[in-house]
């Protein structure tokens, strides 16, 4: 059974449409990642799901039942904000149990559920002090502890690491992971940062203008990327989205002449192949170097190739200088077709390709 399960869910406010027409399910024990740019719908999303906005249309279901309709006390859910939250006049005890004191939980379950979460969060020594004196990364822990304290089977987590520095960001990802996974609960997990999707999720939801672009585990993300916004909001540097036109021999990057990049036409449709798929050669489609970028385990190259710019990522120091002639090459099977119009995965114009090869 799925713990949660957002059905054809939408929000509106006025003209307004911030979520439209959402479905997706996340497995119970499952680690899920609402993922896209600023102003896709995702945090509202969340929200519904945790009832602090109410939907326009659409169910939402969790473990089960529908809660469409209940308020967010009802629901046997925790939630983690993205300002942490916390009360700045109460310890860090206090914090962590303020939910459980309105539940009016027993004293002594209380202090039992306060010592297991402080030594699994690393906070036991902490109890005592007020938020100010903590750091960036151990108030996100007593944000967490408050969650967690809460024994709810779905946790809510609205961008809870955006307020650190980058390396600590690093650090709290493992952390929230491995806390998931040996808790055992579901996790709905809220970013922008397509590093923490493809690093933490078993399931990501991309977004795009308040709708499902594509619901995939990462790896299928990666590999097989639904549209073209899918495909170059997923890697860095992103994917290369290149526009075709017909040669004699098969489709050709607009602009260039000789070799096709497969046989077939290719006009009205886009070329995609990521940066580390493509590589130097002797023989290949002609281009020029235009800006090398030394990043020190790799090089990232501008190639103009036609009409169009072509990203590669070449291992360790490229020492070409910008205006040197270079060609390109890069394996069928790296390869993404896309149509221009709709912007949607072509898969059978490289079987009909493959086929007439």
Not at 143 to 166: H, Q
Not at 226 to 240: E, H, L, Q, W
Not at 241 to 249: F, K
Request: overall charge positive; glycine content about 8%.
């Amino acid at each position: 059974m799925s713990a949660i399960s957002v059905q054809s869910v939408s929000k509106h406010w006025a003209a307004a449409r911030a979520v439209e027409d959402i479905s997706f399910e996340a497995k119970a024990g499952s680690f899920a990642v609402l993922l896209g740019p600023s102003g896709c719908g995702k945090s509202t999303t969340l929200r519904l799901i945790a009832g602090l906005e109410a939907v326009s249309g659409g169910r939402v279901l969790i473990g089960g039942v529908d809660v469409t309709g209940m308020p967010p006390a009802k629901r046997n859910i925790s939630m983690v904000f993205q300002s942490y939250a916390l009360f700045p006049h109460l310890s860090v005890a206090e914090n962590i149990l303020f939910g459980l004191k309105v539940r009016k939980v027993a004293a002594a379950e209380q202090r039992s559920r306060l010592a297991q979460t402080a030594q699994l969060l690393g906070l036991s020594k902490l109890l005592e002090r007020k938020p100010s004196a903590l750091s960036g990364g151990q108030q996100q822990r007593v944000a967490l502890g408050r969650a967690i304290i809460a024994k709810t089977p779905v946790c809510l987590m609205d961008e809870p690491l955006s307020n650190l520095d980058a390396q600590l960001r690093h650090d709290m990802r493992r952390e929230i992971r491995a806390l998931q996974q040996s808790l055992g609960i579901t996790m709905i997990y809220v970013t922008h940062d397509q590093t923490e999707a493809m690093s933490m999720a078993d399931q990501v939801i991309l977004l795009r203008e308040g709708r499902v672009e594509q619901d995939a585990a990462p790896a299928e993300l990666y590999a097989r990327p639904a549209t073209v916004f899918a495909a170059r909001f997923i890697g860095t540097p992103p994917m290369n989205i290149v526009a075709l036109t017909d040669g004699v021999q098969g489709a050709l990057i607009k602009g260039t002449q000789g070799d096709a990049v497969y046989p077939g036409r290719g006009e009205g449709l886009l070329l995609g192949v990521r940066p580390e798929n493509i590589e130097l050669v002797q023989k290949g489609i002609p281009a020029t170097l235009e800006a090398v970028e030394y990043l020190g385990a790799d090089s990232i190259l501008a190639c103009r190739a036609g009409d169009e710019m072509l990203i590669v990522r070449a291992q360790g120091k490229v020492t070409l200088a910008p205006g040197s002639a270079v060609r390109l090459a890069w394996p069928r099977e790296a390869m993404h077709i896309f149509d221009a119009a709709s912007g949607k995965r072509r898969d059978d114009v490289l079987a009909a390709a493959q086929a007439a090869a």
